[in-house]
């Protein structure tokens, strides 16, 4: 671990008090914060193969830069800086930076290894070092934000002290209506919270979804008033105690902060630990997570939603970035030169050094410095980074052009186009929308053993290129890079590579009624629908056995099985539909290891009910609504329809449901008059026993009327 002193009248992390201060007084700790420099994923890919995430140019600053200058602003006097892949690029950018130097305010801290492999690698590393001593801020390196936490750590450590630490973080969120451009789909969220006390009691991701659950309890405690919000952006900062580190240690599963919010959430009253939130209505705080977010913090920026942090204040502290502010959000660096009949629209930012023929337009876009514009340029939603070159008569729409990059003469890139570092196109070609081009061929991806590895397949890139040659039709006839694309010809695989970059794009008609079974808060960008794997949900189903094993050899307590079930789902994303078939599974399958190979059903019937008695309470938790019943009546079927020797039991294993008040009758009837069934089913449903116990049903339910007419 390095680390970059600030002045030296300022705290580091083994600074004692001044002089004169009472050798009994211990100086408070200083304001910590734990920056994670990696995304640990490729969404940005191929674009970070070239350049780590947290040093990508916005408006021509890194965006690490932005994410030290909140911390700094909020009073954070040392941070930690966690980085994995480009570990040596990040480490290089902030040793040159102002942040180094004797003066800065905030110590900087670095903490490398090839091992992390996730936000909880990096929070577990936090707890075995301890790093940290007091509450800090947790926050990743490409978030961009105004916001003065002192407000929401003032409440957070308040709450701490008088309910004796029971609340762990808190999560920073800022009020924007669905839809609004800085709202990140793939994160947009609906959260109940306690209007009185700021708690948050349910968080559950949308993306896709068109109705929401939420459970009974949110309603049925002594919370005054419950408020259901769907306007907000998360900002994805969280003030954070020392024990969330420490959670993380407790709980492996926990590999994201949506992990641990879920995990805290289901196991509240067992953990004994809360999650509370701050709402901000006037600052601003958005995380870069795709490309179109990129291109919307780009523009906030540009049109002055970030002040202080405006492109002319040169924040960074670099002369090269210096630049003037005109009318119409105009900045232009040093040394630009603009032809003859060019004209800057609106929201337009030139880097030093660039020069611009004659005849152009350019509109909402940022140029970085050292760059060349042809003559008759079109440029609208732009972003070349630094020195790009452009030939005359190109048109670049919402489109990324990255270091170095050429695009030659009459060339037209359609939107969410992306040049990687040092790609040649043309001359006198089309993009079509979407077109990713790329140095790195993207079948070197399977040759990359260790994707997040500092050097994982730097020398085999060299070899690749000299082997391969380049596609005209793809890049043009001067062109040079690959068109990086998914292997097979699939749609479907073309699809998630761009919304992998660019973000998801729904329409509302392609959303169906299931999805309003997804199950709560996935994390991942390609966030499953309605049903989960098929993996997942085998590994569930062990998982689950596991669980019912455990509560049967330790004499578990219902309500203890259904936490560990419900923490279960949430970690495999298993929605409540499969909950209901994987456990009836499971809880039939049981007895069957205990019978010989003639599977007897009476000795089955002798095995199962028990057991049936002793999880009644399970069973009663999941099973509430009609659709539940009937999702159960469908797996107890399934059942014995794959063990058809056992049949004469159903009748039974259904009396007894019946009889612990698990199943309704009406339920069973319906289920039993269902007409679109399998053959098998159609035979099942002509057992004697179950006839018998239907008829019974029947003549039950017709007595109770009469008694009610009566």
Known sequence: MAAVRGASGKRGAGSAGGRGSDPQEEPPPPFQAVLVADSFDRRFFPISKDRPRA??????????????????ATGVEETFVFCCWKSAEIKEHILKSKWCRPTSPNTVRFVTSDLYRSLGDVLRDVDAKSLVRSDFILVSGDVVSNINVSTALQAHRLRRKLEKNVSVMTMIFKESSPGHSARCQEDDIIVAMDSATKRVLHYQKTQGLKRFRFPMSLFQNNIEEVQVRHDLLDCHISICSPQVAE??????????????????????????NQIHMHVTSEEYGARVSNLLMYESVSSDVLQRWVYPVTPETNFSDNKKQSCTHSRHNIYQGAEVSLGHDSVLEENVLIGQGTSVGKKCSITNSVIGPNCKIGDEVVLDRAFLWNSVRVGDQVKIL?????????????????????????VVVGPDMILPEGTVISLHPTDEEEEDDDQFSDDSGVNKEESKVKLKGYNMAEVGSEGRGYLWKAESENDVDEEEQRQSLWGPTLKAEEESETESEVSLGSEQPDSRAASPQLDDIKVFQNEVLGTLQRGEEENISCDNLVLEINSLKYAYNIGLKEVMEVLSKVVLEFPLQQLNAEKDPQHYSV??????????????????????????????????????????????????????????EEMILTWFSQRDTSDKGRQLRKNQRLQKFIQWLEEAEEESSEGEHN
């Open 398 to 422: 919402q489109s990324i052009v990255c270091d170095e990059a050429e695009v030659k003469k009459g060339v037209m890139l359609n939107p969410r186009c992306v040049l990687t570092s040092q």
């Open 55 to 72: 040093l990508i140019p916005l408006a021509n600053v890194a965006m690490i830069d932005y994410t030290l200058e909140f911390l700094t």
């Open 247 to 272: 959670l993380f240690t407790d709980n492996f599963d926990y590999q994201t902060r949506d992990d641990f919010v879920r995990g805290l959430l289901v196991n509240e009253e067992v953990l004994g």
């Open 607 to 664: 095995l199962v009910i028990p057991l049936l008695k002793n999880w009644a309470p399970v069973f009663k938790n999941y099973i509430k609504r009609a659709s539940d019943h009937l999702d159960a009546l469908h797996a107890i079927e399934e059942f014995f329809l794959d063990h058809e020797s056992l049949c004469m039991s159903m009748a039974k294993v259904l009396m007894t449901f019946y009889q612990l008040e698990i199943l309704a």
